[in-house]
């Protein structure tokens, strides 16, 4: 883990013996953000002539402008939020306080706002600090399946566990064991992804209804509690929790309210809340909870300005682009990106090799008609794909929102490099997004 931890946040030392401008190529080559490092070869080799002729001048120190020519004509998004800087901080700053107690932290937002974007970018950022921050998805097609958010977040847990030490995996076990004693099955039953880490083979009674998953609920809050700690948090991010089911709610309430963790947090981020969320809250602030709601809103004018002057690397004729692009999206995020992504497929929005800069057709593009909504948007893409992409699309749906390729082998006939082709495919039309790289096997 430590290892993992250096390769993704920490940055090298400095080298001696190097030239200054040397050492600043081979920092950016190595930044931690793809959209820092270099675009290009040419934005590599212009840097390198000018070192060049800093060393033909004997001027060892000296510092260059770095990627001035830095251009790769294609248009690639980062991963970088806009518009949501005071957002992210309300979230850090309950998270950077838990005490004696647990906290509740609401995140909603209409859709294409962004939610599922900020948890990604604090699970990114969250290996910079001890404990676990966790993330799960709540499923329309399986909203009456108890737990299923909570199943992925844990598995998403083991799997940080297995890539410990032998003797943190070891520890683990043994706090486990200790912990449940004779009750591990109770754990397992609920959350498969434990049976890798514990013994099962002691019999347990069986119950049913809600007897079992009142058992369930006391052995899980007990086994929490084992790890959990202001010194220790436990961050579980929960994903489009409008579709939750009844016992994944109740078992917040549980863990929230009526029997907290101390060091725990919960983000439960959603679309709009249902009268059981509403519940929730207004029971979290009873028990004196720490609880807070955030409510994502539209991005302004002069946030799509930013990412545009980043997206093409300039300031020019920016703020009419911004203009009208925001007419078109009303400032929704999700709209903003996918719009530009229309103007560059229609080659409205283009990359000029001669001037080295992108250019735009600003009446062109005031005329051009976009989708109302996601439904459409989503329709206007999936009609431009292959049969086969959307046959593979289908069997994702069925699936779920977790899948790869072996998965979908075993319900189609399809020979496994066409699924490949197909899910890559949808993949470049921003329809699937890898959850760490597309799985190839």
Known sequence: MEIIYSHIVQKPDGMEYVPTCIEQVIMKMLEKAPEDRYKSCQGIISDLKKCKELLEASRFEEKIILGTNDHSGKLAFSNKLYGREEEEREIKEALETLEDTSTLVTLTGAVGTGKTEIIDKLHGEAVETKGFFITGKFEQTKSKEPYTAFQMAFSDMVEQIFVEEEETIKEWKELIRETLLDRAKVLCDFMPAFTTLVDQTTKIEELQGKNA????????????????????PLVIALDDAQFADSASLELIKLVCCKNPVPGLAIILSYKEASEDIQELINEAKKASVRQSTITLKSLKEEHIQQLLGDLLGTKEGIKELA????????????????TITKLYEEKLLKWNKMTTKWDWDIIAIKDITMANNVVELLTEKIQQLEPIVIKVLKVCSVIGSNFNGKMIGALISDPHDIIVEALLAAKNFDLIVPIVKLDMD
């Open 323 to 338: 203009a009208v692009i925001m007419e078109k999206t009303a400032g929704t995020p999700f709209f903003v990106r996918a």
């Open 213 to 232: 998953f009142d058992r369930f609920n006391i052995v899980f809050t007990e086994f929490l509690k084992s790890f959990t700690s202001p010194e220790n």
